[in-house]
């Protein structure tokens, strides 16, 4: 059981490349969200889904989509990075019901 | 506007006195309320949690008071240990969305 995983963690790109980041919990949550974390701000929603085939925008979505194909997996995408989406971003899952949102370990990702 | 505000972004303590983490809100519409413990380089975890029609609930060392009349959360730690020495977010929830505070760094000092 290996919760909330993240792929990858640490990730270097130029300015105008685009990316995707994998979150996958192994929980059944229908439930899932994307967070970034910078200096000073906390954690910010960028999007969520409450099941399979639906998202829904959070605090910050600008420059991000997602996708959420399978249950268990929930994509983040960057079309045309900027340095200004330099960040920590967080996956997490919740079930149904339940408050608790567990996180994977984040990745990193550096826009140079 | 922040929903949430951590307004200490640091915090010390000896090792077994009491450590007190505050987070203020702004919306009374919120219906729980969340504390998360996060080390370096690694992803917040739960820590304790109250619902609005509570004003106090305990888990083993740690206890969460609500004040809704102030629009007020703290998390007590007693006593506090140097393993607790992390960052602590306040989180409230919306329908389905959570809402962060920016954080407080405990530092516990053996």
């Known amino acids: 059981n290996a919760g909330v995983t993240q792929t990858p963690k640490f990730r270097v790109l130029k300015t105008g490349q685009s990316m995707t980041l994998l979150c996958a919990q192994d929980?059944?949550?229908?439930?899932m969200y994307w967070y970034r974390q910078d200096p000073g701000m906390g954690l910010r929603l960028i999007h969520y889904s409450v099941g399979e085939g639906t998202t829904a925008k959070g605090e910050v979505p600008d420059g991000y989509n997602v996708s959420r194909l399978k249950k268990q997996n929930f994509l983040l995408g960057l079309e045309s990075a900027a340095p200004s989406q330099t960040s920590v971003y967080f996956c997490a899952s919740r079930m149904e019901g339940r408050e608790t949102q567990y996180f994977g370990p984040g990745t990193r990702l550096l826009v140079l | 506007d922040q929903q949430v505000k951590q307004n200490s972004p640091s915090l010390s303590v000896q090792e077994g006195r009491i450590s007190i983490l505050n987070c203020d809100y702004t919306?009374?519409?919120?219906?729980?309320f969340l504390w998360y413990k996060k080390y370096p380089a690694e992803g917040p975890t739960f820590l304790i949690s109250i619902s609005s029609i509570k004003d106090k609930n305990e888990d083993g060392r740690f206890t969460v008071f609500l004040n809704k009349s102030a629009k007020h959360l703290s998390l007590h730690i007693v006593p506090s240990q140097p393993g607790d020495s992390a960052v602590y977010f306040c989180?409230?929830?919306?329908?389905?969305?959570?809402?962060f505070g920016t954080g407080t760094s405990l530092t516990v000092i053996p």
């Open positions: 989180a409230v929830i919306l329908g389905n969305q959570f809402y």
């Open positions: 919306n009374s519409m919120f219906d729980y």
């Open positions: 929980m059944n949550h229908e439930y």
